[in-house]
C-alpha cells in the first residue's frame, strides 16, 4: 500500500486533510439522508393522496425537496472524494480498479435516477396519474443502488488482505472489475436508513420554517410537524438495530467494539428516539435537526476511526506520508473556502433562508445587501488572485 502512494506526496500536514475528509462527508451524507428521506416520503404521500389535499401538498413539497438535495449531495460528495483520494489513494483506487464496471455504472445510474426523478417531478401534480409514481419507483431504487456502490467501494479499501484474492481468484486474473466484492450489510443499512429520521427532523423544521408565513395552511404545518414528530421517533429507534449489527459485526481483534464512540452513536439514537416521544409542543424548531447532525458527525469520525483501526496492523498510517509543505497553495485554498464558501455561500444562504420566509416579493435587508456587496468584491478578489497565481506560476517554470 505505502508503495502505491502518490510519490508526489501531499502539501500539508496528514491530519489537515484527514479533518476535512471527515468533515466534508458529514455534509456529505446529511445530503444523502435528506435526499433519500424526502424521496421516501414523496412516494408514500404520493399514494396516499386519497387521505386528503395534505398529502397531496407533502408529496410535491417532498419531490422538490429531494430534487435539490439529490444536487447538493453530489456536489457535496465531491469534497471528501478528493480529499480521500490525497490520504488514502492506494485503498480507494484500488478498490474502485476492482469494481471498475460498478464504479462507472455508478455514473450512468445516477443519470438515469436523476432524471427519472425529473420526471417524477414534472408530472406530479394535483392531477397526477397513478403510473407517474413508477419513475419514482426507479429513482429511489437507483439512489439506493448508488450507495451499496459507494459502500463497497468504501468498505473493499478496508480489507486490503483480500485484494489479492479479488484480482486473480484461484491464481487467474480478473480484470472485469465485475463484482462488487464486499459488502457489509449492517453499516450500509444504518448508514442509509438514517434518512428515516433525517426527513423526519426536517419536518419538523419545515414547519417552524414556514410558521411565520401568513399565506401558508397552519393546520398543513401542524400536520408535518406532527408526521415528522412520529417518523423521527420511530426512524431513531429503529436504527439502533443496525447499528447494534454493526457494531457487532466489527472485527473483534481491532478492539474496535470497547470504543465508547461506537456506542455513543447507539446512546445518542435512544436520546433522540425518547425525546421524539416527547408531547408535540417540546419537539419543534431547528434543534431536532442541528442534534441529528450530531449524530451524523460522530458517524463521520466513527468511519474514520474504523478505517485507521482497520489499516494500522497492515501497516498503513497516514502520518507516514510523505509531506512537501506548499504555503501559497495551502493559504490560497483556505482563503477560498472562508472567502467563497463563506461569504459567497454565506449570502446565499442567508438570501434563500430570508426570502423563502416573506409572502410575496422579498426585498433585501441591510445585511443581505452587505452580503451581496462583500461577495462581489471576494469573488473578484478571488479571480484576480487565482489567474494572477497561475500566470505567475507558469511564467517563473517556464524561464527556469
Ligand atoms: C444517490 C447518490 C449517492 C448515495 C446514495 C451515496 C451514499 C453514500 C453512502 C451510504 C456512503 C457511505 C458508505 C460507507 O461508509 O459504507 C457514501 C460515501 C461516500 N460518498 Fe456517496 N452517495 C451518493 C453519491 C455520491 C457522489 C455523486 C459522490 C462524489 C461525487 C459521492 C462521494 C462519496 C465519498 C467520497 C464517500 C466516502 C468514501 C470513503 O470514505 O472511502 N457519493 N456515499
Known amino acids: 500500500m505505502n508503495a502505491m502512494r502518490d510519490p508526489a506526496g501531499i502539501p500539508a ?4 486533510f484527514q479533518a476535512l475528509m471527515v468533515i466534508t462527508w458529514a455534509f456529505h451524507i446529511a445530503f444523502v ?6 424521496a421516501g416520503l414523496a412516494i408514500y404521500a404520493f399514494h396516499s393522496r386519497s387521505r386528503g389535499a395534505h398529502w397531496t401538498r407533502l408529496s410535491m413539497a417532498m419531490t422538490k425537496v429531494a ?11 465531491v469534497a471528501p472524494l478528493l480529499f480521500t483520494q490525497v490520504i488514502y489513494d492506494p485503498q480507494w483506487y484500488t478498490s474502485n480498479v476492482l469494481s471498475g464496471r460498478w464504479a462507472l455504472a455508478f455514473i450512468f445510474t445516477l443519470l438515469v435516477a436523476y432524471c427519472s426523478w425529473y420526471v417524477f ?38 480489507l486490503p488482505e483480500k485484494w489479492m484474492n479479488w484480482y486473480a481468484p484461484g491464481g487467474v486474473v480478473d480484470t472485469r472489475g465485475a463484482a462488487l466484492h ?19 427532523v426536517f419536518l419538523i423544521a419545515y414547519a417552524h420554517y414556514f410558521s411565520v408565513r401568513g399565506d401558508r395552511d397552519v393546520r398543513y404545518l401542524a400536520f408535518a410537524r406532527e408526521l415528522g414528530r412520529q417518523i423521527a421517533q420511530w426512524g431513531f429507534l429503529f436504527s439502533i438495530v443496525p447499528m447494534l449489527a454493526w457494531q457487532f459485526d466489527l472485527p473483534p481483534a481491532s478492539g474496535l467494539e470497547l470504543l465508547p464512540l461506537g456506542w455513543s452513536i447507539v446512546g445518542a439514537l435512544a436520546i ?71 461569504v459567497v455561500g454565506g ?48 511564467l517563473r517554470d517556464s524561464f527556469n
Not at 301 to 312: D, G, H, P, S
Not at 317 to 329: G, K, M, R
Not at 368 to 388: E, N
Request: aromatic share 12%; charged share 10%.
Open 13 to 16: 500536514p496528514p491530519f489537515v
Open 347 to 394: 449570502l446565499y444562504l442567508t438570501l434563500l433562508y430570508r426570502s423563502g420566509r416573506v409572502a410575496g416579493r422579498y426585498t433585501a435587508e441591510p445585511l443581505v445587501r452587505y452580503l451581496a456587496r462583500g461577495a462581489l468584491s471576494v469573488l473578484g478578489v478571488w479571480i484576480t488572485a487565482f489567474l494572477a497565481y497561475g500566470v505567475v506560476i507558469s
Open 182 to 200: 464486499a459488502i457489509e450489510w449492517a453499516r450500509y443499512v444504518l448508514i442509509m436508513g438514517l434518512s428515516v429520521p433525517a426527513i423526519g
Open 33 to 38: 439522508h435528506l435526499s433519500m428521506g424526502a
Open 272 to 342: 433522540m428516539g425518547a425525546w421524539m416521544r416527547l408531547p408535540g409542543s417540546s419537539v419543534q424548531g431547528y434543534l431536532p435537526m442541528t442534534a441529528n447532525f450530531g449524530i451524523v458527525s460522530l458517524l463521520a469520525v466513527w468511519r474514520e476511526v474504523i478505517r485507521m483501526r482497520y489499516l494500522k496492523p497492515l501497516g498503513y498510517d497516514i502520518h507516514s506520508y510523505t509531506v512537501h509543505p506548499d504555503a501559497p497553495s495551502m493559504l490560497l485554498f483556505f482563503l477560498t473556502l472562508a472567502g467563497i464558501g463563506g
Open 67 to 77: 430534487k435539490v438535495g439529490v444536487s447538493l449531495l453530489i456536489v457535496l460528495g
Open 121 to 158: 417531478y414534472a408530472s406530479n401534480h394535483e392531477h397526477a396519474k397513478r403510473r407517474a409514481g413508477c419513475y419514482a419507483w426507479i429513482a429511489l431504487l437507483l439512489f439506493c443502488v448508488d450507495g451499496l456502490i459507494m459502500h463497497a467501494l468504501s468498505y473493499q479499501a478496508l
